[in-house]
């Protein structure tokens, strides 16, 4: 794949679902296998360098593991409008976590419900019996929704199900018992399971999200569970239902030692609103998740960072995050026709330690840099209350990047309709600000212009890295390694063709190794 126009692409173009019988058919008429050209995903908005399907509605991603070389996305789609329905899995493959290859839906709702948020593993024991004799299978531990249930009144309508592939992903076969685990103790919200192999006690760990806590369940063969602890009933945020979990060690980068971390998106309840992903560091036993941490912590400040869950079965343990670009105060109504949703660029997590307790980090993958071409290197240096502006046609398909010691700067993109998006780092607020309140287009939500802050009370006392990602309809922001980030969309009403960067300050702000690529298109 020379990623410059070629990908293959399979349009869903008629799915005919009939729920209530074990045998039911599904019609799906797909499309011959085409080479995609100049003209697809080139509409107004369409990300360049983000995956996004190729129509209709995406959200979650889900089932991200790796296997035989290939990255598996799988996600929450609805084939059928470009707004949330009956939820299925779709599903894209790559084999560098930049150019994405998009495949035939993978699973379908049957009589038991749609199908919900959930991970996938390699189960390279054979461990559930459900592999060919040649190949470890691969499995995907999902929700049941239960949407007649839910009508009905009932608690009990999210249960646990399981689906297996002996071809790497290529076609799935659903467990002939399922659902595997039942909602027994009718949680309105029973959901979202992450499943993974624990080394040193041996067994499958599932972690999923009743409605404000996690629960955590043990298993010797992904079939039967036992259930084993709680997490979060006093811990953490809980203006909303918690959701996504993950679970999973990491290297104290100081001491060296394993800790463990676990993820939990909520919604409503983010620090600026809507949906948001926090965050808990602590330890994990086999059976217990403990955490010492008294404050809510967020892995990203922006409002367009959800549901993210990490990859299972990296090479060299690496642990890399993917969400939803989105939120639902208002992913049903941004501007887009044909597709709806992105996901953000791939993320590899680590720790930072900052005084006494060390923080999560998220921060792009190292291929990203294989589609960034430099266009603009420079130094900058400005006096107190100086400005300079950078003219370039190509910013909503870009990064920027450079180094400074300054507190205060601010970072304006504009272009000629007179939209303008306002990056701000202010010293006396010890924040960080994402203005788009006239980036473009806004007025589709009402909360959408919101000003955005963030707190950055640990900057180093030399220079730290700024970072900003920008695609037709997306601003990724990393901040010292990825301590500080923050994700929003944008629906300029043209590309942004200048930067003005800004000193407020009173003290000289120098921007040094000032870099601008140019990011080229993945399909």
């Not at 290859?101 to 959930?118: C, H, N, R, T, V």
């Not at 060919?132 to 009144?153: F, Q, R, S």
């Not at 205060?408 to 309140?437: A, C, H, P, Y």
Request: aromatic share 12%; glycine share 10%.
């Amino acid at each position: 794949m020379n990623g410059k126009l070629k990908v293959i692409v399979t349009i869903l173009l008629a799915v005919t679902l009939t729920l209530g019988s074990c045998n039911r058919k599904k019609e799906v008429v797909e499309q011959d296998k085409a080479l995609v050209n100049d003209s697809l995903f080139m509409e107004a908005y369409r990300p360049q360098f983000h995956f996004s399907p190729a129509e209709k509605w995406m959200n979650d991603p889900n089932g991200l593991v790796f296997h035989e070389g290939v990255y598996h996305l799988f996600y929450q789609y609805y084939p059928g409008d470009i707004v949330w329905g009956p939820m299925h899995w779709g599903h894209a493959v790559s084999k560098d976590l930049v150019y994405w290859e998009q495949k035939p839906i993978a699973l379908f709702p049957d009589e038991l419900g749609y199908i919900f948020s959930g991970s996938a593993i390699v189960d390279d024991q054979n461990t559930s019996g459900l592999g060919n004799g040649e190949k470890a299978p691969l499995a995907a531990i999902y929700t049941y929704h239960d949407m007649e249930g839910e009508k009905k009144g009932s608690n009990d309508y999210q249960t646990q199900g399981l689906a297996f592939s002996t071809d790497n992903g290529e076609s799935w076969e659903k467990y002939s018992g399922n659902p595997i685990l039942q909602n027994e103790e009718g949680f309105k919200d029973f959901r979202d399971p992450k499943v993974f192999w624990h080394e040193s006690s041996k067994q499958w760990i599932m972690v999923l999200v009743a409605g404000d806590h996690a629960r955590i369940y043990q298993s010797q063969n992904l079939i039967e569970w036992k259930y084993v602890s709680e997490f979060g009933k006093d811990r953490g945020g809980h203006g909303g239902v918690w959701e996504c979990p993950d679970l999973f060690p990491l290297t104290a980068p100081e001491s060296g030692k394993e800790v463990w971390v676990m993820i939990i998106s909520i919604n409503p309840g983010a620090p600026n609103g809507g949906s948001g992903t926090q965050y808990f560091i602590g330890k994990f036993d086999g059976t217990t998740f403990t955490s010492e941490q008294k404050n809510t912590r967020w892995l990203d400040w922006g409002t367009d960072n959800y549901a993210g869950v990490s990859y299972n079965h990296v090479p060299n343990g690496d642990r890399i995050l993917i969400g939803w670009m989105s939120n639902w105060m208002y992913a049903r109504d941004t501007p887009t026709e044909t597709w709806r949703s992105a996901m953000t660029v791939p993320r590899k997590l680590g720790l930072q330690q900052q005084g006494d307790s060390l923080h999560l980090t998220n921060y792009p993958v190292e291929n990203l840099a294989t589609i960034l071409k430099s266009e603009i290197n420079r130094d900058i240096s400005l006096p107190a209350g100086a400005s300079d502006t950078i003219n370039f046609d190509h910013f909503n398909q870009s990064e920027v990047r450079f180094r400074t010691e300054a507190r205060d700067f601010v970072l304006s993109f504009g272009n000629d309709k007179g939209d303008t998006l306002m990056l701000t780092m202010d010293s006396e607020q010890k924040n960080f600000v994402l203005d788009r309140i006239k980036s473009g287009k806004v007025d589709f939500n009402e909360g959408f212009g919101d000003l955005m802050e963030m707190p950055v009370p640990g900057l180093p006392d030399g220079a730290y890295e700024v970072r900003v990602l920008m695609d037709w309809s997306s601003l990724e922001v990393f901040i010292n390694g990825g301590v500080y980030v923050m994700t929003a969309q944008l629906f300029p009403n043209a590309p942004y063709t200048m930067l003005t960067v800004s000193n407020p300050g009173s003290e000289p702000a120098d921007l040094t190794d000032l870099e601008v690529s140019r990011a080229e298109r993945i399909w």
